[in-house]
């Protein structure tokens, strides 16, 4: 537990709850709720729960996934880190499409089926003009 200025306590629970609230939100806001399920390989309603910040994931592994499809979309989104490098449009279209560094599986499901490493080879050989 911790105490914030303002006196709230908050647990670990909230704060990680929170932490994958916001990455949920981000990228249901830019990308779209039913995509962002798919990728997640969870029903829309819980993706809105998420998001909310009302539950967290169950397991590990939609854990890494909510945390992996997040640093491909600020990768490609924001590649400095600072200054936008691509619109959450375009992003989202590259998420979809089959591409050919995936054996032509969309980054979308590559990141649903875990293939993690590969998805992030793919989203820099695409920043890279490839």
Known sequence: M?????GTI???NETVGGQFANKVTELVDNLGKA???FTLDADVSTVGRWARGVSLPKNLDVERRIENFHRVYRFLT???????????HEVRAWLMGVNP????????????DGDYRAVMA???????GG
């Open 35 to 37: 995509l962002v399920a």
């Open 101 to 112: 560094h995936l054996d032509d599986v969309s980054p979308a499901e590559a990141i649903r």
């Open 10 to 12: 908050t647990t670990a």
């Open 2 to 6: 911790t105490r914030s200025n303002s």
């Open 78 to 88: 924001t590649e400095d880190g600072k200054t936008p490098e691509r619109s959450a």
């Open 122 to 128: 793919a989203a820099r050989a695409y920043a890279a």
